[in-house]
């Protein structure tokens, strides 16, 4: 019945059954992808991330292709009145930039965390986390003025009435993971600047950068699908 | 290059692929400025986001540098939305043509 594993020298060492074995086959020293475990789990929450992230702009797309009233037009809802004029889409633009810069400041951060250079780590995250808490912020004064101009999730004044679900749901999920990870941001931010990793290494800085750069990228999806068409 | 500590790669790369991506971004505002319609602006608001998301994943997020087996384990999967896309919008054109055939004009009124 007992099963037997060849160990790293080459004998045969009896597999252990029930939940014993449950422990030992989960705790044991193998690995699949020669990166540290905590980078490894990170790529699988965003895949994982990437699946709830597609369900929405997938359900999106459903609705707005089977809906027979007219889609509100985004480059017009999402007009501010600038210097006397509308000029389309200009808050959605800036909070573009806004969110890439804070993924090239993250980006120098890792670089300059495999450096050792922790004040300058601490110093480019702290950045990092304003870019995305100005975004936040962006994306409250927006929601406002979509929820006074009388936009819900049920009904809307432009048009097609999904148009109001479809935006609360993957702007809100999306914000949702930007303020987390500007929390996130913070938090190793104070860690690194503290010394805490000197010993350990700085890996963390590259995970929580995977992360970040996820919640770009996903805007990038967001920016293309939802605003620009 | 990988390296058992991580990756690590010169600044000035980082910098590049920022201005990179911001002159995409600038590029796919601008088919909404110019307001190109149609098949065009499809193509190139599509274009530049699989570029961008692109250039985020393998430069900012490493991937490029990483070995295969990690590369395989976290790309593949989500090309097989591609199906689900593929049968959602099916669905959709189903639910439009069901209710222009329905609800829209000219449909015959329900009699009970």
């Known amino acids: 019945m007992a099963q037997e594993e060849l160990s790293p020298d080459g004998t045969a060492v009896a597999l252990r059954d029930g939940w014993d074995g449950v422990v030992a086959d989960w705790s044991a020293d193998k690995q699949a992808f020669s990166v540290p475990w905590g980078k490894a789990m990170m790529w699988i929450f965003l895949l994982s991330d990437t699946f709830i992230f597609s369900c929405f702009l997938t359900g999106y797309m459903t609705v707005r292709m089977s809906t027979t009233e007219p889609w509100p037009i985004p480059s017009e809802v999402f007009a501010l009145n600038l210097f006397g004029q509308d000029i389309p889409l200009i808050l959605i633009a800036i909070m573009t930039f806004i969110l890439i810069s804070s993924s090239g400041t993250m980006a120098m951060a890792v670089n300059f965390g495999y450096a050792r250079e922790r004040k300058k780590v601490a110093i480019l995250m702290v950045i990092t986390a304003l870019f995305g808490a100005s975004f936040v912020g962006m994306q409250v004064f927006e929601w406002s003025k979509l929820i006074e101009e009388g936009v819900r999730p049920w009904s809307n004044p432009m048009g097609a009435a999904q148009f109001g679900s479809s935006f609360f749901m993957i702007t809100g999920f999306h914000g949702l993971h930007v303020s987390v990870g500007v929390i996130y941001l913070l938090t190793v931010a104070f860690k690194v600047n503290r010394g805490d990793y000197e010993e350990r290494g700085y890996e963390i800085v590259e995970i929580t950068g995977l992360y970040w750069h996820f919640v770009d990228l996903v805007w990038v999806f967001i920016f293309a699908l939802f605003y620009l068409w | ?112």
Do not use: N
């Open chain 2, 1 to 112: 290059m990988s390296t058992e500590t991580g990756q690590v790669h010169p600044i000035s790369l980082y910098l590049k692929i920022w201005g990179l991506l911001f002159i995409l971004s600038a590029c796919s505002y601008a088919v909404d400025y110019f307001d190109f319609q149609g098949y065009l602006r499809w193509f190139l608001i599509i274009t530049f986001m699989w570029l961008k998301a692109g250039l985020i994943v393998s430069i900012f997020m490493h991937m490029a540098w990483e070995r295969m087996a990690l590369i395989y384990a976290i790309l593949l999967p989500p090309m097989f939305l591609m199906v689900l896309v593929g049968m959602m919008a099916i669905e959709g054109g189903y639910t439009t043509l069901t209710r222009i055939l329905f609800f829209g004009p000219g449909s015959a009124p329900i009699v009970h």
